[in-house]
């Protein structure tokens, strides 16, 4: 490790104590005495406001109410934030706004070589979903829409709410528990708990025109709430054996509920298990022409009829072209 990075580590080490002594420093990080207290009275004349105390037993504290000194980043972790907010671009994240200023604030605490780097790697760097014709880092084209942020403030505080979406032109309100807030098909979909109907609910963000919090006299527990989705829980009736080809296939894409268990240490294959409605059109048709996405390098263990012959149709037709 790198004299810069060793003292950095150190720093955040000692700020989330009260108190530390040297032996601690040199355990923690395998370095000798000297070495210790040669780093400690560098991080001292870098203008951390630590106080050593006398005594046998005797250590170091950092005192209250100063000013700890400005953070400093090696090398390595400017690329990595910077590199970071490069592969967020157009995935309508929440907070972009401050996405742009925190590059800003990033580009104006770092060197003119260390800047220099940067433009260098956003030129030759692209991403999935990145224009190559626009690759401006500070580009605010990709928004989400305006209730993401709303939503997330509320979560933070509680998970009982009362969202109302728009559904074919009609408003329509619902008591959840939200379980996961997650990103599909370029779309942000909320999975709940109905509280009024008892089952599982995914309601699209871009839908919502309202969300509030939902009565606490009104709420059931959130160990109820498992203990319910736990008896609606279906059993498998797709389960696929992937090989490498298809499992670099599955991370490219894969509906959000469906996950696949490696089978050796290497990752080169796996086990799929998962269940799919074949009396929802929608969810079948998805799940066709998501295993046809998958290729050739799968072996069926378990399919529904239904499935195969949504397979064998969709081949027959591109077959005929």
Do not use: C
């Not at 690759?135 to 969202?163: A, F, K, R, T």
């Not at 527990?221 to 319910?228: C, D, L, P, T």
């Not at 969810?283 to 072996?299: H, P, Q, R, S, V």
């Amino acid at each position: 490790m790198k004299k810069v990075e060793r003292i950095n580590i150190i720093m955040r080490y000692i700020n989330n104590r009260a108190h530390f002594t040297i032996s601690e420093i040199m355990h923690e990080f395998n370095i000798s005495r000297s070495t210790a207290i040669r780093d400690i009275r560098e991080i001292e004349a870098m203008g951390m406001p630590l106080v050593a105390e006398v005594g046998r037993d005797g250590g170091y504290f950092v005192m209250q109410n100063s000013v700890l000194p400005t953070v400093r980043f090696t090398d390595n972790e400017i690329k990595a934030l910077f590199i970071a907010f490069m592969a967020t671009r157009n995935l309508q994240l929440p907070y972009l706004k401050s996405r742009q200023s925190l590059a800003e604030k990033l580009l104006g605490l770092i060197s003119e070589n260390q800047q220099d780097d940067l433009v260098l790697l956003n030129q030759i760097l692209l991403f999935e979903g990145t224009n190559p014709h626009n690759p401006d880092l500070l580009d605010l084209s990709d928004l989400p829409h305006p209730m993401l942020e709303q939503l997330i403030q509320i979560l933070l505080v509680d998970s009982y709410l009362v969202v109302t979406a728009e559904e074919g032109r009609v408003m329509r309100s619902y008591p959840i528990y939200l379980m996961h807030l997650y990103r599909e098909k370029s779309s942000w979909k909320i999975e709940g708990y109905d509280l009024e109907e008892e089952k599982r609910r995914i309601i699209s963000v871009d839908n919502l025109t309202d969300v509030k919090p939902y009565p606490e006299k009104k709420r059931i527990s959130k160990k109820k709430i498992i203990e319910q989705l736990s008896k609606q829980e279906e059993a498998f009736n797709v389960v696929l054996e992937l090989g490498p080809k298809a499992i670099a296939q599955f991370k490219k894409y894969h509906p959000i509920k469906i996950t696949i268990s490696y089978t050796n240490p290497y990752q080169t294959t796996a086990i799929l298990k998962t269940f799919i409605n074949v009396h929802h059109p929608d969810e079948l048709a998805e799940i066709t022409n998501w295993l046809l996405f998958l290729g050739e390098d799968i072996k069926v263990r378990e399919l529904p009829t239904e499935v195969v012959e949504g397979l064998q149709m969709r081949v027959d037709v591109l077959g005929n072209k």
